[in-house]
């Protein structure tokens, strides 16, 4: 009886694994941040792609909608044109703000008072682990 040789695909799998680990960190293009460090408890995994708005370490904003990441900086009115658009058509959607360490605690709020203004509900601050880790 015949016996089919598995050994050639394997090989092939395991190649295409290895591209593939290689290749998915490279695909996010974002904006370089330092976040404040904060040894709160890491959320729940969300269903639905949040709406990330990032503010930069020179104040520029950025605007995050699930896997369309921006690398062009936005003004304010773009972010409330563009996030209530997103909030009529699906008001559960999570929003988060990742403020630059450095940035200016006004810009931050500017950010949220948009949010606000573009008719979402609840908006979370995104910050990183301590680097001692507690």
Do not use: K
């Not at 370490?57 to 995050?64: C, V």
């Amino acid at each position: 009886m015949a016996e089919i040789n598995v050994v050639p695909y394997i090989d092939v799998m395991l190649v295409l694994l290895v591209i593939f680990m290689v290749t998915a960190p490279l695909l996010y293009q974002g904006v370089e941040i330092e976040l404040p460090q904060s040894s709160a408890e890491p959320m729940a995994p969300q269903e639905e792609e949040p709406v990330i708005v990032e503010v930069d370490r020179n104040g520029r904003f950025y605007l995050s909608i699930g896997a369309q990441a921006d690398d062009e900086p936005v003004n304010l009115e773009e972010i409330v044109v563009n996030v209530t658009a997103l909030m009529r058509a699906q008001p559960q959607t999570p929003v988060f703000v990742r403020g630059d360490a450095n940035v200016p605690y006004a810009r931050v709020v500017n950010v949220m008072t948009a949010l606000q203004q573009a008719g979402v509900p609840q908006v979370g601050l995104l910050t990183q682990p301590p680097a001692n880790g507690g």
